[in-house]
T-cell receptor, first 113, second 113 residues
């Protein structure tokens, strides 16, 4: 079946440090891949996406590249800020109308000044 | 830009009572999804509807039912509530015909006492 595996957290960094959150997936066919972020007490917000192999999604300094050969979609940011503290979810979705988004377990990021 | 609207934001019910959650998708989105998120957990997919027909089904208990109406809004009906149903319930919407990301509402926090 389809599934997403994320590195376990929490991840604790100092401001301006480099961030990597690993994500690998198992899927039939060629799913689309997403990163969502959830701030405390809020809903899920789309951070970035990639719909085919070698696509790079980017937003707000975050980047992730769809690697078909390693079935990975690692999230990176060159310099984190305190405001980046949140829970990050990697997710996949098959291309079919109405199919669900499948989430990883989430990785909590805590950035201190 | 218009977002997914969920109501109510908070709901407190007693065991064995019923609850109805409502979701209004982004205009021109014909697909809605329901998720349940327990404390510190990843969102678990419950059910989805595309063009008013059930399109995918996840771990939705038999005590729950849902439907999508002609105006594309959706309702999640929950009966015989149990303490374990206490969670954050998210609705999301997307266009159903391509690989667009899901857009989430701010959720309904259900507390069962």
């Amino acid at each position: 079946g389809n599934s997403v595996t994320q590195m376990e957290g929490p991840v604790t960094l100092s401001e301006e440090a480099f961030l990597t959150i690993n994500c690998t997936y198992t899927a039939t066919g060629y799913p689309s891949l997403f990163w969502y972020v959830q701030y405390p007490g809020e809903g899920l917000q789309l951070l970035l996406k990639a719909t085919k192999a070698d696509d790079k999604g980017s937003n707000k300094g975050f980047e992730a590249t769809y690697r078909k050969e390693t079935t990975s979609f690692h999230l990176e940011k060159g310099s984190v800020q305190v405001s980046d503290s949140a829970v990050y979810f990697c997710a996949l979705r098959r291309y079919q109308a109405g199919t669900a988004l499948i989430f990883g377990k989430g990785t909590t990021l805590s950035v201190s000044s | 830009a218009a977002g997914v609207i969920q109501s109510p934001r908070h709901l407190i019910k007693e065991k064995r009572e019923t609850a109805t959650l409502k979701c209004y998708p982004i205009p021109r989105h014909d697909t809605v999804y329901w998720y349940q998120q327990g404390p510190g957990q990843d969102p678990q997919f419950l059910i989805s509807f595309y063009e008013k027909m059930q399109s995918d089904k996840g771990s939705i208990p038999d005590r729950f039912s849902a439907q999508q109406f002609s105006d594309y809004h959706s309702e999640l009906n929950m009966s015989s509530l149990e303490l374990g149903d206490s969670a954050l319930y998210f609705c999301a919407s997307s266009p159903g015909t391509d690989n667009s990301p899901l857009h989430f509402g701010n959720g309904t926090r259900l507390t069962v006492t």
